[in-house]
């Protein structure tokens, strides 16, 4: 069982200072759909669909602001409310959402997974060679994974485009990491870094980057 309390506050303390968390349990009852939100998916997926939008809405309170939908976009990303930006991430067993002020932040990411190896044929799909070599094991492997993702929900809102985790090498420091783009991404070139910091907590891996204004 996961001590969602416990987990929400690893979490916080990987959050910068101006950023806003909301947590939610997605094995609770789906709660209805605001305007714009409607999806069509099985009974799982609209539990953590449903428990993302709620975590959205807490974080939205918890900066002062009124809680409004976050639909979701042809490309399946979340539509924030203008003037915010913000990121979801969710497992079987907890859901969180980080939010900011656009005016603060150009772009956020958050992910969590299951604290479990990642299966080594996967591994040239998302770990660079140079990754590879220094790994310590097969669940470091599932932590770079995550903090790739985290990256990578952190730069889609401002270049819009799809790359595979290939594009990012990524430097661990303890609980911070470098993510460097080794080629040139939209408005990101090549070479350029963005940091963040990751945890282990509850059996999970949390990984959150930011990038300011």
């Not at 416990?6 to 303390?13: D, E």
């Not at 409310?81 to 956020?108: E, M, N």
Request: aromatic share 8%; glycine share 8%.
């Amino acid at each position: 069982m996961v001590d969602l309390a416990a987990l929400a506050t690893a979490v916080r303390a990987i959050l910068p200072a101006g950023l806003a968390l909301g947590v939610a349990d997605p094995q609770a009852p789906p709660t209805p759909f605001w305007p714009g939100e409607e999806i069509t998916a099985l009974p799982r997926r609209v539990a953590e669909y449903c428990a993302g939008r709620r975590a959205a809405r807490d974080a939205m309170t918890a900066l002062g602001l009124a809680a409004k939908p976050v639909p979701m976009g042809p490309d399946r990303a979340p539509i924030w409310p203008q003037g915010l930006t913000g990121s979801i991430s969710h497992s079987g067993s907890a859901c969180f959402a980080a939010v900011g002020i656009t005016a603060d932040w150009r772009g956020l990411g958050i992910d969590l997974e299951p604290e479990v190896p990642l299966e080594p044929e996967l591994w040239p799909t998302i770990l660079r060679p140079e990754e590879i070599e220094v790994l310590a094991d097969a669940t470091q492997a599932m932590a770079l994974f995550v903090i790739k993702e985290a990256v990578y929900k952190a730069q889609y809102p401002i270049t819009k485009l799809l790359f595979g985790f290939e594009v990012l090498t990524v430097r661990l420091d303890r609980d911070r990491f470098e993510a460097r783009f080794t080629e040139t991404q939209g408005a990101f070139a090549k070479g350029d870094i963005v940091g963040g910091k990751w945890q282990n907590c509850q059996g999970h891996i949390v990984a959150f980057a930011a990038m300011t204004r």
